[in-house]
């Protein structure tokens, strides 16, 4: 105690207790207040009862000293925050010389654990500023995984501590895993052993005990949570990869187990994995499902964002079934199945290894799908955003394609409501650089086209009649009641009830246009009298193999489509394909394990029209 403090507590101005506190507040002494911070000591008026502190944003403020004594928490000189103040360059010297022993210290001086946030606080600005402070933390971070003497969260809100005894990190991160509370935690502790597994070479039997207890706890929770498991099994099994000593136990679960258990579920498993385990996963297919894998890794693919989708190609490419996948994308694309996120994939990589589908086809299920998640309301653009803002891609889609078909593509343009009159235009632009005869069809100027007509079944003709008729005496006075109410509720900037319902008036007045041109050039038939010297509309076509196995296809109208009745449209792909053929000519038809050849056996009359007329009448009108 100074003398100063001494004559004080004599005469009676402080008591003995508040001199003991002063003592430790001397002038040019650093301190900290809980709400202002830190700060230091710039003079005593004794005589006055007051200290006079400089903190950061509050210079000469005075406080009694009771007062002082009760609120302020001294700091001594070789804390860190001292240090800063007062020796600046030393700090930024230490961090560049010995950044563990400036990252010690700190946690040190902060009560022996320290979050990221607050060591940057303790460093910024004065000695880093924000991008300097992250570059040098990530270098200290690596050290200090390395010295053994730091516990490392497997959270980044979670503090680092500092250890008296130093230990082998990857034994730290097992301790992590066996003392989490939460299956989260677990498995951010298992993410960070895998990582030193390194350190845990020797570690034998400990990893034969956490290898035991990640199944024990992965069987627990497979049912509950699924996907946790999943990623515990995959540490497991990375653990045993390492040691041909260690084995997984006798009724321990495997990642197949699990896909067996969610098999209907699987997309919802791999939206909760992390992308960069979806390889792995997916390594199990085979196991899991045997001969039915790729039907259901196809079936996972169409549901699948873009990453998954290119991973799911990659197995196929892997295991040398790429042939499958070639097959089944062309086949969704032709059905318009097709999803957004894997059309994204094709248009970046510009169809690698899937050039034969990098087409104006594929534009044409582009415009499908954004309809869709038009229709849907789905927020995403990124889709949308791609066609407009990769200038070479409409280019690159329809390069090569005749006359017809690039003027179908912007006929489907022009009729989208996808895209505002703005935006149309700019993508017409580019289509008419690359095929100037199409100008006329942004400006008008050429004498219409002759449209091809359509050839009907009259029950399906019927059926698209009775669907405009609602369409324009329900569905369109039912929208303009939506758009009336929406309205009333203000704001129409901020009004998404309104947007939506003018998003489905432009849907609704397309199907109005197209109905009405397809109705138009619709013809009606009974299929009578069909030419069976050749495939034509209104023939049953038997189709065989050289195996013996026949399949028997029903060429009917262009609104005509019954699968599992072999019923395919003149207008469909099949059709297409068999259209005009003859008994005895060879054909190639498309399936899901790739291309298959056909003889044609024999062509008969279709006769089946109630069964026609029964099966149209029960379709919707979007399976018509």
């Not at 103040?85 to 010995?98: F, H, I, L, M």
């Not at 060591?119 to 880093?128: C, D, G, K, M, Y």
């Not at 969610?262 to 909760?272: G, K, N, T």
């Not at 007509?453 to 009649?465: A, D, G, I, N, Q």
């Amino acid at each position: 105690m100074t003398d100063e403090l001494a004559q004080a507590v004599e005469s009676g101005s402080i008591d003995k207790k508040c001199a003991d506190a002063l003592a430790r507040l001397t002038p040019g002494s650093y301190c900290q207040h809980k709400s202002w911070g830190f700060g230091r000591v710039a003079e005593w008026n004794l005589i006055a009862g007051q200290i006079f502190i400089d903190f950061g944003t509050k210079k000469g403020h005075p406080m009694q000293v009771a007062y002082a004594g009760e609120t302020l928490t001294p700091i001594p000189g070789d804390h860190i925050l001292a240090r800063k103040a007062s020796e600046p360059q030393a700090v930024r010297d230490q961090a560049k010389g010995d950044a563990l022993e400036l990252a010690r210290k700190i946690i040190a001086d902060l009560g022996g654990k320290a979050t990221t946030e607050q060591v940057a606080a303790t460093l910024q600005p004065e000695i880093f500023d924000a991008a300097g402070f992250k570059k040098w933390w990530d270098g200290v971070k690596k050290k200090m995984k390395a010295d053994g003497h730091f516990q490392i969260p497997s959270k980044k809100s979670d503090p680092f501590v500092l250890l008296e005894v130093a230990v082998n990190p990857g034994r730290g991160f097992i301790d992590q895993f066996r003392e989490a509370r939460h299956t989260k935690d677990q498995v951010a502790a298992l993410d960070q052993i895998t990582k030193a597994l390194g350190d845990l070479a020797d570690e034998v039997e400990e990893l034969k005990s956490l290898a035991a207890q990640i199944e024990d706890t992965a069987q627990k929770g497979r049912k509950l949570q699924s996907a946790a498991a999943v990623e515990m099994l995959l540490v497991r099994d990375e653990i045993l990869s390492r040691h041909s000593a260690l084995t997984p136990g006798p009724d321990a679960p495997t990642v197949a187990d699990i896909l067996v258990g969610e098999e209907f579920r699987l997309p919802a498993l791999f939206a909760s994995l992390p992308a960069s385990k979806h390889r792995k996963v997916l390594e199990s297919f085979e196991k899991a499902f045997g001969d039915r894998w790729t039907d259901k890794a196809l079936k996972l693919a169409q549901q699948a964002n873009s990453r998954l989708v290119i991973e799911i190609a990659r197995l196929f490419e892997k295991v040398g079934k790429g042939d499958v996948i070639h097959a089944a994308l062309a086949r969704w694309i032709s059905e318009r199945s097709i999803s957004s996120e894997t059309l994204i994939w094709l248009c970046k990589e510009r169809g690698a290894g899937f050039s034969g589908i990098f087409n104006a086809e594929l534009l044409a299920a582009v415009f499908s799908a954004l309809e869709t998640d038009l229709l849907s309301e789905r927020r995403t653009s990124r889709l949308r955003d791609l066609l407009m803002d990769d200038r070479k891609l409409l280019g690159e889609l329809i390069a090569g394609a005749d006359r017809d078909t690039v003027r179908d593509t912007m006929r489907k343009l022009l009729l989208t409501p996808v895209f505002d009159d703005l935006t149309k235009r700019s993508l017409m632009a580019r289509i008419v650089k690359l095929y100037p005869d199409t100008q006329s069809m942004i400006t008008g100027d050429s004498p219409e086209e002759k449209v091809e007509s359509l050839t009907v079944s009259w029950s399906s003709l019927e059926k698209r009649k009775a669907d405009y008729e609602h369409l324009i005496y329900k569905e369109i006075p039912q929208n303009l009641k939506d758009i009336n109410v929406a309205k009333e509720q203000g704001d129409l900037r901020e009004n998404f009830g309104f947007k939506a319902a003018k998003e489905q008036q432009r849907v609704l007045e397309r199907r109005k246009i197209e109905s009405e041109r397809d109705l138009s050039n619709a013809r009606g038939t009974n299929f009578e009298n069909p030419d069976t010297n050749q495939v034509s509309i209104g023939t049953v076509v038997t189709l065989v193999q050289e195996s013996g196995d026949n399949e028997v296809y029903t060429i009917l109208g262009a609104w005509d489509s019954a699968p599992d009745l072999g019923i395919v449209s003149y207008k469909a792909g099949i059709g297409q394909i068999l259209l005009g053929r003859k008994p005895g000519e060879t054909v190639e038809l498309p399936g899901e394990q790739g291309a298959r050849q056909f003889r044609i056996e024999s062509i008969t009359v279709f006769s089946g029209l109630d069964l026609l007329r029964e099966k149209v009448h029960a379709l919707s009108p979007a399976e018509n």
